[in-house]
């Protein structure tokens, strides 16, 4: 099935960061997939911006090669290379100086869509919307996007949304969480509310528990600078983690609407109950020696501060305080250098009240799995009988199902979360972005958090690389009776 192509008029995107890795490896990328699928129409100006001094040609040069290594080769028609390259411009430009912003505004047509994604660091979103703003080169309908992180701390996040709100209004703000992009993560709105068969069973009287599992299988190596100053908590529970948890915990909003959506996200943030130290476990990878495999560094090496307490892992318990949820725990971990690259959401129902079966066998839960990553799809465990003739004996099977299977081809054809959210920002839609609030509220749980280890100058404990994380995190399960999925690929 060929995804369908919503037609958008002519439109101004300037990349700001457009030399920087994101732009490099997602951004540029997925624009050229989306010229390719018929997205970008004609007319339409795609600006790069940096500091770096060069000719236009020189820049488009890049984006070639760019395409080359970035693009699925089956998507190098050369036609369309060159249409694309035709839509390129650059502008060198210090987010933080006086020249280059006339020659901006010279390049972008008066009274169209202006998109400004500030692919820079933070500490330039304030520069960048103050002078798009005193150059008036932001028109009526400009839209800025905003890349992670959106702030440090709830302070931090409430200067930076009072500094953009000086220049920009909400609905001109998109504050990007890329995990909201993924077909499978939208797909949990369509399951959950386009069905009749999930949403009676949605609640703490039918589900046990969630598990949200977000495990990487890299280090920090290349980013240690910027991560030892995050950790796993900022940089991966306060926004993606929680955006996730939202759109698991929420009630239907009444129409699938930007402000009606992150409204009920909204509530769920503001329902998590302050989380019980005992209820989280932090960790930090160790090196792998190198006898039989490459030696690898551990954390303290890859971040270069043989002192640090930051977490590159953290599994947690928590509640969300309302009818819908009391009583069911939201178990969450995410992790670097653990076993294997996956991300998904596992929903585990409760017992049958009363069970028929004398001899039940092998009898479980039954489990619906939203996988994230790899494979995007979903896997309902049911209950059936083990074939054959002994007698009424049951066995778990799975309902499964592969989008890219089951939507078209090769799954070639569906977007990527940062091209899907290009376009919606070009249409104006903020359905997939995070509000103002949104991430103030979130932060606000999270300090508290944070601020109590560092209050107790709590150490993270090790855990081996290519592990399931620390052992302590089994025990946050086992103490329940529970038992974390086991991290695969
Ligand atoms: P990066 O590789 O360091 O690139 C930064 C870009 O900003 C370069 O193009 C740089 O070019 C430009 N720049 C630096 N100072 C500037 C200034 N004063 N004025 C104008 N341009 C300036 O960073 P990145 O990894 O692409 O990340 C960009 C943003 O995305 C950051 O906010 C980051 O947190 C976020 N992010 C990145 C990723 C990722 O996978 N990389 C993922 C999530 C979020 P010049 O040196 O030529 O100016």
Redesign the pocket.
């Known amino acids: 099935m060929v995804s369908r192509v919503i037609p958008v008029d002519p439109f101004d995107l300037v990349i700001?960061?457009?030399?920087?890795?994101?732009?490099r490896?997602?951004i540029l990328p997925g624009l050229y997939r989306r010229f390719v699928a018929g997205q970008i129409p004609e007319g339409s100006a795609i600006i790069g911006?940096?500091?770096?001094q060069m000719e236009a040609a020189a820049f488009r040069a890049q984006v070639r090669d760019v395409i080359a290594e970035f693009v699925d080769p089956a998507k190098h028609h050369p036609d369309q290379i060159e249409g694309f390259l035709a839509l390129i411009d650059y502008v060198a430009?210090?987010?933080?100086g006086t020249t280059g912003w006339a020659s901006l505004k010279a390049l972008v047509t008066p009274g169209r869509v202006h998109a400004f994604y500030f692919?820079?660091?933070?500490g330039?979103f304030g520069d960048l919307a103050e002078r798009l703003h005193a150059h008036d080169i932001a028109g009526d309908q400009a839209r800025i996007v905003v890349?992670?992180?959106f702030g440090r701390d709830l302070a931090t996040a409430r200067a930076l949304n009072a500094t953009l709100a000086e220049h920009f209004d909400e609905h001109q703000i998109y504050r990007i969480d890329?995990y909201l992009g993924k077909e499978t993560v939208q797909n949990l709105m369509a399951v959950r509310f386009a069905n009749i068969l999930f949403e009676p069973l949605w609640n703490a009287q039918y589900i046990d528990h969630v598990q949200i599992t977000v495990a990487e299988t890299v280090g920090v190596a290349g980013r240690g600078a910027y991560y030892d100053r995050s950790g796993a908590m900022r940089d991966m529970v306060q926004n993606h983690m929680m955006q996730l948890l939202c759109l698991i915990a929420m009630e239907p909003p009444y129409h699938f609407d930007p402000d009606a959506v992150r409204d009920e996200k909204l509530k769920v943030i503001r329902a998590l109950d302050p989380v019980d130290p005992q209820d989280i476990v932090r960790g930090q990878y160790l090196g792998v020696s190198g006898k039989g495999c490459a030696p690898q560094p551990g954390y303290l090496a890859d971040a270069e501060n043989p002192g640090s307490r930051t977490e590159s892992y953290i599994a947690m318990k928590v509640h969300v305080a309302n009818w819908r949820w009391k009583g069911t725990p939201f178990y969450l971990r995410t992790g670097k250098r653990l076993r294997a690259r996956t991300s998904e959401i596992a929903i585990t129902f409760k017992e049958p009240p009363h069970s028929i079966f004398d001899d039940a066998g092998d009898w479980r839960e039954n489990v619906l799995v939203i996988r994230l990553q790899p494979n995007e799809g979903m896997n309902l465990k049911v209950m059936i009988k083990e074939p054959g003739p002994g007698g009424m004996r049951l066995v778990q099977v799975p309902l499964d199902m592969s989008f890219a299977e089951a939507l078209g081809d090769d799954g070639a054809d569906i977007p990527d979360a940062y091209e899907r959210l290009i376009m919606d920002v070009i249409r104006g839609n903020q359905t997939l972005f995070m509000r103002g609030d949104e991430v103030e509220a979130a932060w606000a749980w999270t300090d508290p958090i944070i601020a109590g280890w560092e209050a107790r100058g709590d150490r993270p404990q090790p855990y081996d690389a290519g592990s399931s994380g620390p052992e302590d995190a089994l025990m946050l399960m086992h103490r329940d009776g529970r038992r974390w999925r086991e991290i695969r690929e």
């Open positions: 700001f960061g457009a030399t920087g890795d994101l732009a490896r997602k911006a940096a500091r770096t430009i210090d987010a933080r692919s820079v660091a933070p330039l890349e992670k992180p890329h």
